[in-house]
């Protein structure tokens, strides 16, 4: 059973430029949410969808930064006029119900984001 | 505000030097508690959830506790292999997590 695939794994972007980070759940997983973590800090929350809507996207900036997760295709994390700052690792993570937090959720291998 | 402290930052520990590392919340709405392993490099791999108070988990050397305001990992006789970073979350309101900083294990053999 695959667990949660994200790619890529490594992501180059100067500045200005636009990021795409994908991300497959874990098969059954119709939940998929996306965290940040930079250096030196925690894993940030940043939004959580289900197929073809986005439940809560509290964690997530305003500007540039868009998320989705089609009917078909893996979910994707979009950020536009990437900046310096963006510059983290990016998780995704899935669970089979999102209900409530009760229900754990699993984590892909991230991507590394370097804007330089 | 809810908040999630783990600590010590780091810990480094002999192989076979059994300790704890602490996690304390304040949420409102505690909808569990999560505990991950985190290799360098990799995404955090799932442990363990607590739901109330006096909950224990164990998994070969981990154990994980719970009280109404914090929770414990204890290590007993750890391995090298166990070096890693231990990220503590809370599940809280919304359906997201609420992560500590992490607490930094390097055992040494």
């Known amino acids: 059973n695959a667990g949660v695939m994200q790619n890529p794994r490594h992501l180059v972007r100067r500045r200005g430029q636009e990021a795409r980070l994908r991300c497959s759940p874990m098969?059954?997983?119709?939940?998929v949410y996306w965290y940040r973590q930079l250096p030196e800090e925690g894993l940030k929350f940043m939004v959580y969808l289900q197929k073809e809507n986005i439940i809560d996207e509290s964690g997530m900036p305003k500007e540039r930064f868009s998320a989705e997760f089609p009917k078909e295709g893996p979910s994707i994390l979009r950020i536009q006029q990437v900046v310096r700052g963006d510059s983290a690792a990016y998780f995704c993570?899935?669970?089979?119900?999102?209900?409530?937090?009760?229900?754990?959720?699993?984590f892909g291998p991230g991507t590394r984001l370097t804007v330089t | 505000e809810d908040q999630v402290t783990q600590s010590p930052e780091a810990l480094r520990l002999q192989e076979g030097e059994s300790s704890s590392l602490n996690c304390s919340y304040t949420v409102s709405g505690l909808r569990g508690l999560f505990w991950y392993r985190q290799d360098p490099g990799k995404g955090p791999e799932f442990l363990f959830t607590l739901y109330s108070a006096g909950e224990e988990k164990e998994k070969e050397r981990l154990k994980a506790t719970l009280t109404k305001k914090e929770s414990f990992l204890h290590i007993t006789a750890p391995k090298p292999e166990d070096s890693a970073t231990y990220l503590c979350?809370?599940?809280?309101?919304?359906?997201?997590?609420?992560f500590g900083t992490g607490t930094r294990l390097t055992v040494i053999p």
């Open positions: 979350a809370v599940g809280a309101g919304a359906n997201n997590l609420f």
């Open positions: 098969k059954g997983h119709s939940h």
């Open positions: 993570a899935s669970s089979p119900r999102g209900q409530s937090v009760s229900y754990e959720q699993y």
